[in-house]
């Protein structure tokens, strides 16, 4: 009952004529804040050495909130994710036709306000072993879902024009029943024959 009560008057004091005594939150700057609410895409990345764009989809988990969000970080360009700053340096998925895998290599640095930023991971993360590769913090993490690319896809194998179309219901050649190949053994002893 005490704790409630002193809790109750740490509430009250708190505010003093209906505001709050903590400082106010800074204010974003314009050019941050535009950036912040405008979703990346493929087209914002670097293009690498055969002039194709590359993007990163990861998943950050904020580990004391328990909240997770999806993360796009085109190639090249630094995100942001809590205190961390992620850039995806390379990206690849393999061909749907092979086992599934997406490899990134990404730099993750966490810059608290009034540190110098530290370098919390350098290397690569891989889809389907996230903890082979995995950051380590304390309150947050981040793993790998996919990449996107501006490449198109393999295109289908056309088939020639002048070819004409399979028919509907093939025929089927069925041997008469008195014949065997030559070499085919004998049917079983008791087996009773077939009737037309």
């Known amino acids: 009952m005490r704790l409630v009560a002193f809790a109750s008057i740490l509430a009250a004091a708190a505010y003093v004529g209906g505001s709050a ?42 580990k004391i909130t328990g909240r997770a969000i999806d993360v796009l970080a085109p190639a090249g360009v630094p995100v942001r994710f809590g205190t ?49 590769s995995a950051l380590e913090h304390p309150v947050y993490d981040v793993w790998v879902i996919t990449c996107r690319t501006d490449q198109p896809g393999p295109a289908e194998k056309a088939l020639p024009a002048d070819l004409p179309p399979p028919p509907a219901n093939p025929p089927v050649e069925v041997p008469p029943p008195a014949a065997r190949p030559p070499g085919a053994a004998a049917p079983p002893a008791g087996t009773p024959p077939l009737r037309r």
């Open 21 to 62: 005594l903590a400082a106010p939150a800074p204010q974003p700057q314009p050019q941050a804040a535009a950036a912040a609410t405008r979703t990346l895409t493929v087209a914002d990345a670097v293009p690498d050495a055969r002039g194709v764009r590359r993007m990163v989809v990861l998943r950050g988990l904020d």
């Open 84 to 132: 961390l700053t992620i850039t995806a340096r390379y990206c690849y998925t393999v061909p749907p036709e092979e086992p599934p895998e997406t490899n990134a290599f990404l730099q993750i640095d966490d810059g608290r306000p009034g540190e110098e930023p530290k370098r919390a991971f350098s290397g690569w993360m891989f889809a389907s072993t996230p903890a082979l």
